[in-house]
């Protein structure tokens, strides 16, 4: 199983960028899937979660400001994120798990992550 994110780089605070993460070996369809991150010097931390039945669970830090969605046809998960703050500089790594949940443990399946730098 292979979870490649991309779409990170470098933006502006106020500014937005969208994830991406494409999956090989399991299909998003058929799994919960989620977004974590790991700012410099802090823990990995949850974002959001978007359930097989399209329930959602978004981190109160990005609540208002993030959309999770999938892609069945093209095995896509993305995280759409707008008005980016510098606090959410970080590595944002995609997830594939059994069920909808927002702890580390219950993930399944992990992304290398790509890099989020907003400048303030």
């Known amino acids: 199983v292979q979870l490649q994110a991309s779409g990170g780089g470098l933006v502006q605070a106020g500014g937005s960028l969208r994830l991406s993460c494409a999956a090989s070996g399991r299909s998003v369809s058929s799994h919960a899937v989620g977004w974590f991150r790991q700012a410099p010097g802090k823990e990995r931390e949850f974002v959001a979660a978007l359930g097989r039945y399209g329930n959602t669970i978004y981190a109160d830090s990005v609540k208002g400001r993030c959309t999770i969605s999938r892609d069945i046809a093209k095995n896509t998960v993305a995280l759409q994120m707008n008005s980016l703050k510098p606090e959410d500089t970080a590595v944002y790594y995609c997830?594939?798990?059994?069920?909808?949940?927002?702890?580390?443990?219950?993930?399944?399946?992990w992304g290398k992550g790509t890099l989020v730098t907003v400048s303030s």
């Open positions: 997830t594939l798990s059994f069920t909808l949940a927002t702890t580390e443990r219950d993930m399944k399946y």
